[in-house]
């Protein structure tokens, strides 16, 4: 596996709009209609795969200029006795569809702010998730938070660890004073330092921390600072985001002053800046977006050849039935994809109805299912062997993606690939660049436009 190399000039020819491809096909293929039967079918015929788990909370307190989540605003606690009671719901209706009992080995509750909702309100999911699912214990587990450390005691994670919670996420983006008052999520150092120490004195196994570059008012300098305490924190694993600003989709963004948003330029020198540091502080590039310490099991399996890519980014339980819980969540089962109505409205309404809320879906073609095993190769494992692929898809690669070959070799003759007669695989320049790599093989993408976010 090759060391990623950051090659500005390079990144810079490639700064084009793209999928992050946490699926394939892309979330943005799902088709509106109610897809309850194909889910509930393909949850009955569920192979005998340990479960992930996906629990949205939408509720948050303040909101973060940058957002591109689904959240609601709100400061009424309340609101989330009526949101944990359909979730509970929910359990039950998705439970009772699956074939045998089936271990979780993955939970992990987003948002929204999942730590809106109080210890009781966890309690409760607990017991309930007890009651309709079989919870994996010990090592066989990864339970994760998302955790926002501004409104969070060391009580709460001691009680969250209490009931099994191993893993936290926390959202930092940026330490600085200027930068937090632009993005409207003013968090002290201190506040999030208190929380990982908690995290640590009650036996938490990994803590995340997420940095977004090319935020407002942003700079080298400052950004640097920023990467200095973060690395002082010492987490185990680093998400580091580029920022995408597309007020015209999502209307929070709107309240960001354009005019204080880094150049291209600016911002490419903040991604080398912290690639530079993170690689001295000894975190190993795991791919898009992600680093970890090398200790970390993400990077074991990245080396064994047993790492994936999901809604949660990368993670070591690919092989796991993905559910969704909650409003806008995503589930995944054998080829079927759906997603949960994106209003609180529409999600009561069929929850209430004994209904799933499943909204938006696709079931993979079979071509979905060639195109997708290439891209978590290349995503995952920064190689297709052409001998699997052809044992998989029954056809030789580069007949099968003729259609992609100008782009291939254009990648090739740029030195983000190299291609001989066993396999294609990422050179150390091409590391930063995956999902320009991916898009070449993506036959949906043509029609896609302008809908995602740039390179960098
Ligand atoms: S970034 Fe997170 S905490 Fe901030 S508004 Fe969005 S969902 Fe809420």
Known sequence: MSHAIFDAHLIRRYDINGPRYTSYPTAD?????DWTQEYATALAAADGRALSLYLHVPFCATICFYCACNKINTANSRRADAYVQRLIHEMELQSKMIEGTQTVEQLHFGGGTPTFLSDDQFSRIF????THFLLGSGNARDFSVEIDPRNVAAERIEHLTGLGINRLSIGVQDFDPDVQKAVNRVQSIEETSYVIDAARSNGVRSVNIDLINGLPRQTPG????????VLE???????????????QRFKTQRQINAAELPTAETKLALLELAVEMLADADYVYVGMDHFAKQSDSLITARNDGTLHRNFQGYTTHGHCNLLGLGVSSIGKVGRVYVQNAKSLADYYEAIDSKRLACSRGIVASTEDLVVGEVIQD???CDAVDFASFRERAGCDFQNYFAYAWPKVLDLQQHGLIQLDEDALRVTGRGRFLLRNICMAFDPWLRAAGERFSRAI
Do not use: K, N
Not at 29 to 33: A, L, N, S, V
Not at 127 to 130: I, K, Q, S
Not at 222 to 229: A, P, Y
């Open 29 to 33: 293929r799902f088709r509106d209609g």
């Open 127 to 130: 017991d309930a998730l007890d």
């Open 222 to 229: 400052r950004f640097e600072r920023t990467l200095e305490r």
């Open 233 to 247: 924190l010492q987490p185990d694993r680093l998400s580091l985001y580029s920022y995408a600003h597309l007020p």
């Open 378 to 380: 290349l995503m995952c």
